[in-house]
């Protein structure tokens, strides 16, 4: 059974949005974005803080699309919501959103460097993690 931390108000999040990925774009920041529910295996981060990476600017520019239209996928936040076979016990737990979810760990590039691995999950991209984004703007 999924769970949702109770002092979770909201429905929608605030995000810098990407509408249409291309060079010379602005961004437009919203606050009617859907918070995406946790799904199995999954939990749901609220950001504190985003980092901005060059990856986004790829993803701006329309270089290497990501899974989403907001901008920022790496920071630090906490966990208030998880999926139907996760443990309610990490909810309100401090946790870090990094760029390599997951990587197989078995390849010929995983025993050089797995950052590289050609199988690998990303946050923001084809990960098993959710976030969003309440900042202060
Ligand atoms: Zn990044
Ligand atoms: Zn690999």
Redesign the pocket.
Known sequence: MAAIDSNMHTQTQIGAWINTPKPGVTLQIRNDLPIPKPGPGEILIKLLVTGFCHSDVHSIYGETPMDTNIAGHEGIGSVVGVGPDVSPNVIGKRVGLKWLYS?????E??QVR?VY????KNSGRVSHAKHYSDLAW
């Open positions: 990587a197989c760990g078995n390849c590039v995983c797995s691995c050609p199988q690998q």
